[in-house]
Nanobody, 121 residues
C-alpha cells in the first residue's frame, strides 16, 4: 500500500502564490509518475499536472505558465508551485501517484485526501 499526504493549502489573494507538497510513503513500490488534480465545488475532478519518471512535465491549459510541478525522487515527494493564482483556481487539490507494487502485475494509482486552496478576489 502507498499512502499520500498533501500539505500547503490555504487562503490567498488573487495574484498570490502557494506551494503544495505531497509525500508518498509505504514499502515495496516504485513510482512511475506523480501528479495533481483538483475539484471545485459542484464540478468534476480536473487534472492539473503530471510529472513522469521519463519526459517533461505536462500541464492543463488552464494552469500552463502559472503552475510548476516538481519531484524529489529520493524523498518520494511531489510539489506544485502555484503562481498568479486566480479565484477560479479555488478547489481541493489532491496528489496522485502511479506506482508499481513489487510482486504484483500492473500499475496502481493512489490518491491523497486533498488540501483546500481558496483564492479570493
Amino acid at each position: 500500500q502507498v499512502h499520500l499526504v498533501e500539505s500547503g493549502g490555504g487562503l490567498v489573494q488573487a495574484g498570490g502564490s502557494l506551494r503544495l507538497s505531497c509525500a508518498a510513503s509505504g514499502s515495496d513500490f516504485t513510482i512511475n509518475a506523480m501528479g495533481w488534480y483538483r475539484q471545485a465545488p459542484g464540478k468534476q475532478r480536473e487534472w492539473v499536472a503530471v510529472l513522469r519518471n521519463v519526459g517533461s512535465a505536462n500541464y492543463a491549459d488552464s494552469v500552463k505558465g502559472r503552475f510548476t510541478i516538481s519531484r524529489d525522487n529520493v524523498k518520494n515527494m511531489v510539489y506544485l508551485q502555484m503562481d498568479s493564482l486566480k479565484p477560479e483556481d479555488t478547489a481541493v487539490y489532491s496528489c496522485s501517484a502511479d506506482v508499481l507494487l513489487w510482486g504484483y502485475e500492473g500499475a496502481y494509482t493512489y490518491w491523497g485526501q486533498g488540501t483546500q486552496v481558496t483564492v479570493t478576489s
